[in-house]
């Protein structure tokens, strides 16, 4: 009978076969005789804590389990305190909700904050330093950004400016900044992976984080991969781009972090974080500039490439200081880590082709002490930040 059917129906035959058994399902509910043995599986993600006004405390929670939550009691330094929950107590599975509290709380101290549900489990909601959140208008807005560009667009701008000394090295030390290229990148590669799944473990389960990480840089990385096989052989010009692309995402995490951690008030010492993230960045505009060497690019290419490569941070103050989301984040910093994957394949492709029009191997001492450096440099300047 199936031989003659068409082929539209075939296609469907096992989805509407697969509907059926869990329409079956669900209407005998076989897991009813077990339902007693079980306690419910609560799972309660305090997504964000804000202090809007002095006095008063919100916080933003998601239900991530597979069981509904009520939220019964909540407290604040040990004391049952007085709330309201909109849109109600109970929360479905992802459903979301918002605590209001009108608690005197003192600027610059930590606040533990608990959230206890109607079958006694305990939440944990504490801020280490409670401040007055930022509000969203344009003085806010100007102030990350001028933050997204001290710490991204200036180091990588004054980085860039090594550009005409690296035109007068010769060929084996110009191979060994190449060389110095991929471990900075390797660095960032290593870090960005790390900083994600350090964000998708603060996401809801019911998220899965770690996944979303790994498959957002294998995807990121297949695409970049693919549109740069149809491209041909990279021009240095376009593998200089490619490699302030994937600095820019990785200092997009960075504009993430100094942001939420400017709003929450855990940047006590702001000032010192921000001179180290910018000592940190400094290396990276040499990183960018080391393919163009043989060539005179516009200045133009040389401010769009500044704007790719430390852009994204002023982005990531934005989001990080008024809207922080970890998995949001953990994948935005997973598709980072993809493209910095395939910019060690480029720049390692352009520096195993420039050695062997010499008539060399890329494989030399000086270039693996210039992988070296870059690693260290790297590792070294990240103690400012860490």
């Known amino acids: 009978m199936l031989r003659n059917a068409p082929r539209w129906l075939l296609a469907l035959l096992p989805l509407l076969l697969l509907a059926a058994l869990v329409a079956g399902f669900l209407a005998l509910d076989p897991l009813r005789y077990f339902s007693g043995a079980f306690p419910p599986l609560e799972e309660l993600t305090v997504q964000r804590v804000l202090f809007p006004a002095p006095g008063a405390i919100r916080l933003e929670v998601i239900n991530g389990g597979p069981d509904p939550v009520t939220i019964a009691q ?3 330094d040990d004391a049952y305190w007085r709330h309201t929950i909109s849109p109600g107590r109970t929360l479905g599975r992802l459903d979301t909700a918002t605590i209001d509290l009108a ?38 807005l100007l102030a990350y950004a001028l933050l997204g560009i001290y710490v991204g667009v200036i180091p990588v701008a004054l980085g860039m400016l090594w550009y005409p000394f690296l035109r007068r090295v010769d060929r084996k ?20 992976l790390l900083e994600a799944l350090e964000l998708a473990g603060e ?27 149809r491209g041909g052989e990279q ?94 984040a953990a994948l ?13 394949w480029e720049v390692g492709r352009l520096l195993s082709r420039d050695a062997q029009r010499a008539g060399g191997s890329a494989l030399t001492w000086l270039n693996f002490a210039g992988l070296a450096a870059g690693i260290l440099i790297m590792y070294g300047t990240a103690f400012l930040v860490k």
């Open 74 to 76: 909540v407290t604040v």
């Open 103 to 140: 608690y005197p709380w003192v600027d610059g101290e930590p606040l533990p904050i608990n959230l206890i549900t109607a079958t006694g489990v305990t939440f944990p909601a504490g801020v280490d330093v409670a401040v007055v959140s930022p509000a969203l208008d344009g003085g806010t």
């Open 235 to 328: 021009s240095p010009l376009r593998v200089a781009a490619l490699i302030a692309l994937g600095i820019g995402l990785h200092n997009f995490g960075e504009g993430l972090a100094i942001g939420a951690a400017f709003a929450t008030g855990a940047a006590a010492l702001g000032s010192f974080l921000v001179v180290g993230f910018t000592l940190h960045n400094v290396t990276e505009g040499i990183g960018v500039v080391a393919p163009l060497t043989r060539q005179r690019p516009p200045l133009r290419a040389f401010v769009l490439l500044a704007l790719l490569a430390g852009g994204p941070a002023i982005l990531g103050t934005w989001i990080g200081g008024l809207a922080f989301s970890p998995l949001l």
């Open 173 to 192: 030390w110009l191979n060994a900044v190449l060389a110095l290229t991929i471990g900075l990148l390797i660095f960032l590669f290593v870090d960005t």
């Open 203 to 229: 996401a809801p389960g019911v998220f899965q984080g770690v996944p979303v990480v790994v498959f957002g840089a294998l995807l990121s990385l297949g695409v970049l991969l693919a549109v740069g096989r």
């Open 332 to 344: 935005f910093l997973s598709i980072g880590a993809g493209a910095i994957l395939q910019v060690i």
